[in-house]
């Protein structure tokens, strides 16, 4: 997806009739009635939402990419480069935020929102002033709702899982007299505001196609429903909906991948059913859901950052790049599942080779395989993929192992750890590890332990490892001896991760604050 958002809206402005210049209106008298009149200009409107949502997620500048800083630095998965280390990776790394780190801010988020806002008021009124052969068709026209609706939904769940309470715009800004200073909603209202969303999306959707991977479709609509309904809030505000969740994972085994396969045709039937080693990428091929999404009977939903369109998909502490990142993979799964030889995902993941800098990932480069049986970390044409930052980059929303391991989570919860075992083992086989047998994994808390961890290897540098923590309510047992280690090692007070909950959360970037006189920063941080 090239960033060419409302391309159109320029080429409109600047092109058509024959007219002197002096005879022409000044760009800047271009009013937004003037736009959206063709199926082209709703085209432009659309790569300008996706063109957004892309920069918010990967970064609109080097190190920026908050799908990881949101999801990932958070957690056990990573830790600041401390040579390059800035203030807000320090925060990070410490668990002492403040309402100055750069990635407290939400607005990116709200310019996504705004746009499918935007989107979702003027698409249903362009046929009224479309040229012939321009019109926009009854067909293309829902599919785009469906798909406003969705990234509006996965931007406030966002800032649901980040946040929690907060504003809820559903309507463009398109007067001066519009108020923008509108107060926080609740976290339950946010969530009511995803679910219709979604639903909306999901009733706009055509089923049974074999879609896109880069546009919000069918099966990505149904993950999302699954995500809403398995998260918990840090105050217990938002609890999880294990039966809803397990409703709407069958909706999406029924879906099709976009090869045309679907998912799991035969685990729509009785809940615990179905499940098969065909239903996933095979061991070999593990790294073409990164590397070819479009060809995987795996993918669902993944952002498409292109090299040539975006520029240097350079990523902190997930990318290929070396140069002064802030933020890296945390030493203690460099030095021990990166260079697993059991384990096939680590050293396809990270480059075990930079004994003196483990901050490269290798998840998204190069093609599949590596010889465990010889050690060997890089195949020889991995290798060749190993130091560059001009190939693309397809980071994964959503995928059917982080589907099938959160139907585990839920199944075991609802008391069928049979099945559940089922599912977490068709992910950890697949891996080249034992099975879990009937003797193991024997009580809820052992089996939510294992899933957890194969969650962690599974989807390592995905951006789920820190949402995984708070919604099982893992981040202080988990977090607490990492903070503490680190203190130590500087030589301070081991006070560890603390005890406040609260500070799940992230707070409200101090300019979000100034611009907004009706929000209340998020305790117990302060202004």
């Not at 309402?99 to 009224?128: E, H, Q």
């Not at 203690?332 to 384990?343: L, P, V, Y």
């Not at 560890?496 to 100034?514: A, E, F, S």
């Amino acid at each position: 997806m090239r960033k060419i958002a409302y391309l159109f809206v320029i080429v409109a402005l600047v092109a058509g009739s024959c007219k002197k210049l002096v005879q022409e209106k000044p760009l800047s008298d271009g009013t937004l009635d003037e736009f959206f009149h063709s199926v082209y200009e709703a085209d432009a409107a659309m790569a300008g939402m996706y063109g957004a949502l892309q920069q918010t997620m990967i970064g609109e500048a080097q190190f920026n990419n908050r799908i990881n800083f949101w999801g990932d630095a958070r957690s056990d998965n990573m830790e600041r480069q401390k040579t390059y280390s800035n203030n807000s990776t320090s925060e990070i790394h410490f668990n002492s935020l403040t309402p100055n780190n750069t990635f407290a801010d939400w607005s990116p988020l709200y310019t996504v929102i705004g746009r499918a806002n935007l989107n979702l008021a003027k698409f249903p009124d362009i046929n009224k002033h479309a040229k012939p052969k321009e019109d926009i068709s009854e067909d293309k026209l829902k599919s785009y709702q469906a798909q406003c609706y969705g990234v509006r939904a996965l931007c406030y769940l966002y800032i649901l899982k980040v946040w929690g309470a907060a504003p809820i715009r559903t309507t463009p800004f398109l007067s001066l007299d519009d108020n923008p200073q509108a107060p926080r909603e609740s976290k339950t209202k946010v969530k009511a505001q995803i679910l219709s969303d979604l639903q909306k999306a999901y009733d706009l959707t055509v089923k049974n196609t074999s879609p896109t991977v880069w546009y919000v479709n069918e099966g990505a609509i149904a993950a999302m429903f699954v995500d809403v309904y398995m998260w918990r809030s840090h105050d217990d505000e938002i609890m999880p909906d294990y039966d809803n969740a397990i409703v709407w994972l069958k909706n999406l085994f029924k879906a099709k991948a976009p090869t045309g396969k679907v998912y799991n045709a035969t685990g729509t039937g009785a809940t615990g059913s179905g499940g098969a080693t065909t239903d996933l990428e095979s061991t070999a091929n593990w790294k073409t859901i990164f590397t070819n999404p479009a060809g995987s009977i795996e993918t669902i939903w993944n952002i498409h950052w292109s090299v040539a369109a975006n520029g240097c998909p350079c990523m902190a502490g997930v990318s290929s790049a070396v140069n002064n990142t802030p933020m890296r993979t945390a030493f203690e799964i460099f030095n021990t599942w990166a260079k697993s030889t059991t384990d096939v995902r680590g050293k396809q993941t990270i480059d075990a080779t930079k004994t003196d800098n483990w901050d490269r990932l290798l998840k998204w480069y190069g093609p599949s395989g590596f010889t465990v049986a010889t050690g060997t970390y890089l195949t020889s044409a991995q290798a060749a993929f190993n130091v560059g930052t001009d190939k693309n980059v397809y980071m994964p929303l959503y995928r059917l192992a982080d589907m099938f391991l959160l139907y585990a989570e839920a199944l075991n919860k609802t008391g069928d750890r049979t099945n559940a075992r089922k599912y977490l083992n068709l992910i950890h086989q697949r891996a080249t590890l034992p099975a879990y047998t009937a003797t193991q994994l024997t009580t809820e808390t052992e089996m939510e332990d294992a899933i957890l961890q194969e969650r962690q290897w599974e989807l390592f540098g995905e951006g789920k490892r820190w949402f995984d923590l708070v919604r099982t309510n893992h981040v202080i047992q988990v977090m607490d001896p990492v903070i503490k280690a680190r203190q130590l090692a500087e030589g301070a007070n081991p006070t560890g991760w603390g005890t406040d909950k609260r500070r799940y959360m992230w707070p409200l970037h101090r300019n979000v604050l100034n611009a907004n006189p009706n929000l209340v920063q998020n305790p117990p941080y302060s202004d």
